[in-house]
C-alpha cells in the first residue's frame, strides 16, 4: 500500500486550491494513483471549515472513481472469477469511492463464523430446514435485517455497506447478505431469477427450498412464486426457478439504480450505471 510523507499530503491539499487548470489536470492524474488511504489523508488535511474545497475534492474523487469503475467493471466481467462479492462491492464505491471494503467483508466473516458455530449446537445440523431457520434467526432476529419497505425505492437499499449499517434493504440486497454469508459456509445456496422480487434457494435436496430474505427468510413454494408471476401479469417459466450468474445478479443490481436515477432525474449516475451494464453485457 502506497504511503505519503505528511508534507507532501499537505502540499496536495494545499494544491487543489490552485485556479491553473493545467496544475489541477497533473494533480488528477496523481490522484488516480493513490489508493483509498492516502485520499483519506488528503480529506483529512482540507479544513472541515473549506465547505467548497471539500465539495470539489470529493467531486474529483467520485469523477475519477466512477470513470475507473469502468475499466473494473470490464475486467471484471471478462474474469472467469467475475467473483460475486467484488461486484457487489464495485457497486457500493460508486456510492462511496472511499469506503473500506474491507471492514464490510471481515463482518460477513465474522458473522459466518457465528452461524457455523450455532449450527455445530443444533442436533439436526445437516438437514436444510434446520440449516435455513439457524441461518434466518441469526440474520433476522439477532441482527435485526428487514426489507426496507418504507422507503423501497431509495438507493441506499441497493449498496451493500448501507444495507449492514442500517439493517434494512431491498430483495436483491438482503439475498446478497445470504448469499455472501453463506457462501463462507461452504452451503449450497443460490440465487434464483424470478422477475421483480430476487430470491435464494437451498439447492442440495431433491425439490430446491426457495426464501424470501426480504420477508426475514420466509420459505415459499413455487405455487406462490407462480402467484406472484401472475401478479405481475407474466407467464409463467420454469426459468424463474433457474440460478442466475454473478453477471446476470450484478447487472440487476445496477439496473435497479438505474431505474432510481430514471425516476428522480438524476441522469448523470444513470449514464455512468448504463455504462458499466453495458460493459458486461458484452461478455454475456
Known amino acids: 500500500m502506497k504511503t505519503l510523507p505528511k508534507s507532501e499530503i499537505k502540499a496536495i491539499a494545499k494544491l487543489l486550491k490552485s485556479p491553473d487548470d493545467g496544475t489541477l489536470k497533473l494533480l488528477e492524474e496523481q490522484i488516480k494513483t493513490f489508493d483509498i ?7 483529512n488535511e482540507i479544513p472541515l471549515d473549506d465547505i467548497e474545497l471539500q465539495k470539489n475534492f470529493l467531486e474529483l474523487i467520485y469523477k475519477i ?11 471484471w466481467s471478462k474474469s472467469a472469477l467475475n467473483d460475486l462479492e467484488e461486484g457487489v462491492f464495485m457497486i457500493a464505491m460508486f456510492e462511496d469511492p472511499l469506503l473500506d471494503t474491507s471492514h464490510y467483508s471481515k463482518q460477513i466473516t465474522t458473522w459466518a463464523n457465528s452461524i457455523t458455530t450455532n449450527l455445530k449446537k443444533i442436533k439436526l445440523n445437516s438437514d436444510p430446514t434446520s440449516i435455513i431457520n439457524e441461518i434466518n434467526h441469526f440474520l433476522f432476529m439477532e441482527l435485526g435485517f428487514k426489507g426496507n419497505r418504507e422507503n423501497y425505492y431509495t438507493p441506499e437499499n441497493s449498496f451493500i455497506n448501507k444495507v449492514i449499517d442500517n439493517k434494512t434493504g431491498n430483495p436483491i440486497l438482503l439475498s446478497m447478505i445470504y448469499l455472501l454469508v ?13 422477475p421483480a422480487h430476487f430470491l435464494v434457494q437451498y439447492k442440495d435436496v ?15 413454494t413455487k405455487s406462490i412464486c407462480q402467484e406472484r408471476i401472475k401478479a405481475l401479469k407474466l407467464i409463467w417459466q ?7 450468474t454473478n453477471r446476470q445478479i450484478i447487472i440487476r443490481m445496477l439496473q435497479n ?12 449516475l444513470k449514464e455512468y450505471l448504463e455504462n458499466y451494464v453495458h460493459l458486461i453485457k458484452k461478455s454475456l
Open 37 to 43: 488511504k492516502v485520499l483519506k489523508d488528503i480529506r
Open 65 to 75: 472513481k466512477r470513470e475507473q469503475l469502468k475499466i473494473d467493471f470490464d475486467k
Open 182 to 194: 453463506t457462501k463462507r459456509i461452504d452451503l449450497p445456496f443460490t440465487g434464483m431469477n424470478m
Open 206 to 220: 431433491l425439490e430446491p427450498i426457495i426464501i424470501d430474505p426480504f420477508n426475514q427468510g420466509e420459505i415459499i
Open 238 to 244: 420454469d426459468e424463474y426457478l433457474s440460478c442466475p
Open 257 to 268: 439504480l438505474i431505474n432510481i436515477y430514471q425516476n428522480s432525474e438524476q441522469f448523470e
